[in-house]
């Protein structure tokens, strides 16, 4: 079965008619009935979707006023103890400007303080305060590990297949640098 109209002479194969059926979403067979660049739409349609209801599912576990974001960052200062704040940022994928956000909240909360480096005046150290270290240790770790049971719904075949696709499209993103 294609979704490609008898009347579409557009030669890539993509027309208006696919994008009426892709932007509503496809079972399986009719995904794969696709031409080549239908089916790239398809993904791109449904990786969008995915990423908006992904963000809304996780944003949804936010208690306490400490999101998904900040919950890493309470423990990766939890399990590594104190940290450059740019270094920090790089490894969590946190711009700049958005880190110094983060960061104003849990100060603000007193859950994280800022401190100068001993060594790099120009760098600010981070660590957790007592409050901190109580909210990474009693909420934000077992709210991940919540979290987590979602893929639960996942047999372990489709959790390895699916962290296996993650992973490449990841690494193809990475290598692209977000161009178009």
């Given at each position: 079965m294609s979704f490609m109209p008898a009347d579409c002479d557009d030669t890539?194969?993509?027309?208006?008619?696919?994008?009426?059926?892709?932007?509503?979403?496809?079972?399986?067979e009719e995904f794969a009935a696709l031409h080549t660049e239908a089916r790239r739409m398809a993904l791109v349609e449904r990786s969008t979707r995915f990423a908006i209801e992904f963000g809304r599912w996780k944003d949804a576990a936010r208690t306490d006023g400490i999101g998904y974001e900040h919950m890493r960052l309470l423990q990766t200062l939890n399990f590594g103890g104190p940290a450059i704040m740019?270094?920090?940022?790089?490894?969590?994928?946190?711009?700049?400007?958005?880190?110094t956000a983060m960061i104003d909240q849990?100060?603000?909360s007193e859950l994280v303080a800022?401190?100068?480096?001993?060594?790099?005046?120009?760098?600010?150290?981070?660590?957790l305060t007592p409050a901190g270290k109580r909210m990474a240790d009693s909420?934000?770790?077992?709210?991940?590990?919540?979290?987590?049971?979602?893929?639960?719904?996942?047999?372990?075949?489709?959790?390895q297949k699916f962290y296996g696709a993650l992973g490449r499209l990841i690494e193809i993103m990475h290598v692209e640098g977000g161009a178009c």
């Open positions: 890539d194969g993509v027309c208006d008619a696919d994008w009426a059926v892709i932007g509503v979403g496809l079972s399986a740019r270094e920090i940022g790089d490894k969590l994928l946190v711009t700049p400007r958005n880190m849990l100060e603000q800022r401190r100068p480096h001993p060594g790099d005046r120009r760098a600010t150290l981070l660590e909420a934000a770790l077992p709210r991940l590990i919540a979290m987590g049971h979602i893929f639960d719904q996942f047999s372990a075949d489709e959790q």
